[in-house]
């Protein structure tokens, strides 16, 4: 019960959320990367960077795990991954599936369109994420299991404490998709991107669907969101927004701190039965709904 998959890990975004959770949660990190394999230890030391030894030693180290190799456009990757943490961690241990990974070719016209850029949109920022969750979501506790330990032992298998230290609601697993407010077909005023915009609202609709899946079948403890993190200064965005952007969060813009700091806030609200009704939807980074 005490593992998060962070697909996407080399990025931005998936990268600084591995490392705040290394640094603020009892979970261990499964940091996925399509990096090759030969890169793990450089990855590992930088989201280990900055911990202090002792906390190397307690928790770092062995909380952290870098897989290398994982292609997304290549199901053996994800496949060979959820092969290693149900050997090293055992079925009933996922809590956090974040699916980070994505890639925009901004196309302005329809004579931009390149098809296998358009495609490789789809599977990295669509199927990418639906065969991370056909992996890992198997790996995750069932409702049973769920609640024997955390309500029935109050967590006495981790010292009396939830290992999620608050960033997920103690009475759930979460599924944790990048979607994107461009995905919105109701919020479409400008056009443009006619690929990353439909792999993000395909995305969306993978969502709700696994959302679904999760509620039929009973035995989950987990809840399926999409989210936006509204425009933040990566690599990602800076051929779009300019090498010198600066934040402005009144605007929406952030920083990596800033976007984490607001993510993490919206990934701790989230819950089944709440009156927001979270479930199976697609959130910004102000925790507002964003329709489909
Ligand atoms: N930044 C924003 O303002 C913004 C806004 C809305 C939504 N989003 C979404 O947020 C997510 C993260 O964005 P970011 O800014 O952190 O972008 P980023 O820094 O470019 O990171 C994207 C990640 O996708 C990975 N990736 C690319 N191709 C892959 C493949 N074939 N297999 C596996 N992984 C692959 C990259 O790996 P490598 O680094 O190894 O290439 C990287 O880890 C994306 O889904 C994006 O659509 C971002």
């Known amino acids: ?19 705040h959770i290394l640094r603020n949660t009892g979970l261990k990190v499964y940091a996925l990367t399509h990096r090759p394999s030969n890169t793990e230890a450089d990855l590992s030391e930088k989201l280990l960077e900055d911990l202090s030894d002792r906390d190397r030693k307690g928790k770092g ?5 870098v897989v290398g190799d994982v292609d997304l456009k ?7 991954a959820a092969r290693m943490v149900k050997e090293r961690e055992g079925v009933d241990t996922v809590r956090l599936v974040a699916c980070m ?4 070719h901004p196309e302005k016209s329809l004579s931009a369109i390149d098809l296998s850029k358009s495609i490789d949109q789809f599977r990295i920022n669509t199927l990418g994420h639906l065969l991370t969750y056909k992996h890992f979501v198997p790996l995750i506790p069932s409702k049973k299991k769920f609640e024997s330990i955390s309500s029935g032992s109050d967590w006495s298998e981790y010292d009396g404490e939830d290992p999620a230290r608050g960033l997920i609601n103690p ?8 979607s994107a407010r461009v995905g919105s077909i109701s919020d479409n005023n400008r056009g443009g991107w006619y690929s990353y915009r439909a792999s993000k609202a395909a995305t969306n609709q993978i969502i709700r669907t696994l959302d679904h899946e999760l509620v039929v079948n009973k035995n989950s403890s987990a809840i399926a969101v999409g989210y ?11 051929p779009v927004i300019g090498e010198h952007a600066t934040p402005d969060p009144d605007k929406g ?5 800033q976007a984490i700091e607001k993510m993490t806030g919206v990934m701790s609200q989230v819950k089944r039965d709440d009156p927001k009704k979270w479930e199976g939807r697609c959130w910004d980074w102000k925790g507002e709904r964003i329709e489909w």
């Open 101 to 104: 990974a994505g890639i925009l």
């Open 61 to 65: 180290k062995d909380s952290l795990t």
């Open 228 to 238: 936006h993190p509204g425009t933040v200064i990566t690599s990602f965005t800076k």
């Open 171 to 178: 009475k759930n697993s979460l599924c944790w998709s990048m």
């Open 74 to 80: 290549d199901e053996e990757g994800l496949s060979k």
């Open 253 to 257: 813009r952030f920083d990596i701190d």
């Open 1 to 19: 019960m005490s593992v998060a998959i962070i697909q996407g890990a080399s990025g931005s975004l998936g990268f600084a959320l591995a490392r």
